[in-house]
């Protein structure tokens, strides 16, 4: 497999922690597909215990998981600014040994390695979009992620 692009983003009821992530992987060939067929290849999970942030990452982490090995370029789109300014940070996380500057362990640094460790492995490429555009304003890298917005929010207000 050549190029792959995926689109993942999350939804969590912050009183319960309880959140969904969703994704959708595409070949640059499939960009073409119909919206209503691509909808129905948006794969959902149910996440407990979590925070946006964390859910975030999860989602991110499990979707990674779910790809085929044989990939030569991944993009990854996302909402998430905490996972799109990872890189700059890796290096005081990693100067730290994953604390704060008051010495705690930082809430996520488990899901931050596992980051890093994946990333070093895919080399992908992370782009950063605006969620939630008016219909109108939105291209078509934008209307793709849309379907894993409203899915993952769909399945979250669906199992309160």
Known sequence: MDELSLFTDGSVNTQNKLGYGAYLALTEDEFSLPIAA????????????TSS?????QTLLWALAE?????????????SQNIVNL??????????????????PLRNAELYRSFFEVSDRLQFKLVKV???KPMR??????????????????ARRAKK
């Not at 790809?67 to 993009?75: G, N, S, V, W, Y």
């Not at 700059?88 to 990693?94: C, D, N, T």
């Open 38 to 49: 691509l909808k129905a290849r948006v794969t959902v999970q149910k996440f407990e215990q």
């Open 67 to 79: 790809l085929p090995d044989a990939i030569e370029q991944l993009t990854v789109y996302t909402d």
């Open 87 to 104: 890189a700059a940070r890796r290096e005081r996380f990693e100067a730290h040994d994953y604390h704060s500057k008051k010495g705690l």
């Open 130 to 132: 605006e969620g939630h």
């Open 137 to 154: 304003k939105r291209n078509q890298i934008d209307q793709l992620f849309a379907l894993v917005d409203k899915a993952s929010r769909k």
């Open 53 to 57: 942030t964390k859910l975030e990452l």
